[in-house]
């Protein structure tokens, strides 16, 4: 038996498993989401309702001895606090003002996605590209601050027509809405002891998904601001940027030798943005890809 059947059949015992003990359908199947495409648990609440998790960890758990009905009693509890916070959905009558544009467009956030591993997704969803990175817009219902009680959901290509609207106005409310509610910070790398560090980390305050900044109107000004003028960005995350000013002397091919051998070691797979970097050019206020051909990064099951 293969390891991909093999982590199927556990998949499924697990739905089986899982179907007795609660009052919701579990369904195993494949589930596609930006930056990633696996085998998983998809958790069909109500019509209203679903929920999708990713068992490779779980698998490995069971592995190593986790039995089956502990994964059980653990998922019961994941999908109960992921309830929690869709029922913010309810709370903030989601379902009636989906349609009121000036309630969705003061909770629009970008966020920065690979796009040679999502060209299937993107091709339902607005967004916009610089290189091998695109970013995508998602509506934010309650809380901006903590991505652990966050409620969201990505806008597809069939809303704007409901809202009356263009992808440019959607990119620029969502850009405008970022900047205030996600604003740019720029902070030293930790050198752990070490001289000085040659980067800067740029991200958003609570550091999560944090690349998106890269497509805001502000970027060059905040960049700026910091004394960083010309300066290479490597996509270090989907969570964070890493800025490199010209001035410390890299070659852009070691940096970008770099950037692929952390993505190939260090940085799980899900949090991959790009495999080339770009550049910041303090004249023209443009940001740059300075390689047009993107490395695969592979979205294995």
Known sequence: MSKLSAYRNY???VAEVMNDQVDYKVDANWVEKPNDTYYGLRFLIDENMGLCFDMHQEYEDYQRGKGINQTVTFLKEVVN??????????????????SNYDFIKERLVVEAVNFSNNEEFLEFVP????????????????????????????????????????????HYDAVNNSMKVEPITIKEFDTMGLPEAPFKICTTPNQMNGSGVLFYENFSEVVEQHGLGDCYIIPSSVHELLLCPKSKGFDPDALTDMLVEVNATQVDIKEQLANHIFEYDSISKEVIPLFEESLDISLAA
């Open 81 to 98: 606090n992921e309830i929690k916070k869709m029922n913010a959905f309810e709370e903030y009558d989601l379902l009636e003002n989906l």
């Open 127 to 170: 967004h916009q590209t610089i290189g091998d990175v695109s970013c995508v817009y998602r509506v934010v219902i309650n809380d901006f601050s903590d991505e652990e009680k966050r409620a969201s959901f990505v806008i597809r290509n069939d809303m704007l027509k409901q809202w009356h609207i263009s992808e440019d106005q959607l």
């Open 11 to 13: 998949v499924n015992q």
